[in-house]
T-cell receptor
Framework: QKEVEQDPGPLSVPEGAIVSLNCTYS??????FMWYRQYSRKGPELLMY????GNKEDGRFTAQVDKSSKYISLFIRDSQPSDSATYLC?????????FGAGTTVTVRA | DAGVIQSPRHEVTEMGQEVTLRCKPI?????LFWYRQTMMRGLELLIY????????DSGMPEDRFSAKMPNASFSTLKIQPSEPRDSAVYFC???????????????FGPGTRLTVT
């Protein structure tokens, strides 16, 4: 079993829709949870991170962690075509990031 | 800052040949990571350096793979001999990492797309 499980999609939504992405993890000792965004033919870039249960907002993006159920979510409000990318969830306790498979999202104009 | 720089961006080689991938981390970053990304296995950590010293190479798949970091501004990942199953995108990442910090923010380079025929 992978440490972080993520549905690879793909996910296609119309512009303006809410995008909902989810991951589950297996090790309850994990402390930090991140979402990375990867555009086609580019390297991943950190989008958001959190270390506690609950919600964290940054503009149109909300990261949610539920440590009791080992569930990580990312919500994108008012999605734009520029949000079309692969979104990877990740977790770490130290230097080693464990990534999910990534979900490819397409926002249709 | 130019970010993490990788070269070459694309490499096509024949099975059995030696391949060398290069990386220049962000100036001032203490930690450097090599990753491999494939459709089947996703993004996998191969090796991690801190202050030019290899700390964890447990992700290196075989002895055919080796990595060096001779100084703070340069690292190489070498595959010798290369095989078709090594075809992947190889990323280098760096972070401003101290031993008492969690290295959750890693800055990735654009990657090297390797094809071994």
């Amino acid at each position: 079993q992978k440490e972080v499980e993520q549905d690879p999609g793909p996910l296609s939504v119309p512009e303006g829709a809410i995008v909902s992405l989810n991951c589950t993890y297996s090790n309850s000792a994990f402390q930090y949870f991140m979402w990375y965004r990867q555009y086609s033919r580019k390297g991943p870039e950190l989008l958001m991170y959190t270390y506690s249960s609950g919600n964290k907002e940054d503009g149109r993006f909300t990261a949610q962690v539920d440590k009791s159920s080992k569930y990580i979510s990312l919500f994108i409000r008012d999605s734009q075509p520029s949000d079309s990318a692969t979104y990877l969830c990740a977790r770490t306790n130290d230097y080693k990031l464990s990534f999910g498979a990534g979900t490819t999202v397409t926002v249709r104009a | 800052d130019a970010g993490v720089i990788q070269s070459p961006r694309h490499e096509v080689t024949e099975m059995g040949q030696e391949v060398t991938l290069r990386c220049k981390p962000i100036s001032g970053h203490n930690s450097l990571f090599w990753y491999r990304q494939t459709m089947m296995r996703g993004l996998e950590l191969l090796i991690y350096f801190n202050n030019n010293v290899p700390i964890d190479d447990s992700g290196m798949p075989e002895d055919r793979f080796s990595a060096k970091m001779p100084n703070a501004s340069f690292s190489t990942l070498k595959i010798q001999p290369s095989e078709p199953r090594d075809s992947a995108v190889y990323f280098c990442a760096s972070s401003l990492d101290l031993y008492d910090r969690i290295s959750y923010e890693q800055y990735f380079g654009p990657g090297t797309r390797l094809t071994v025929t």
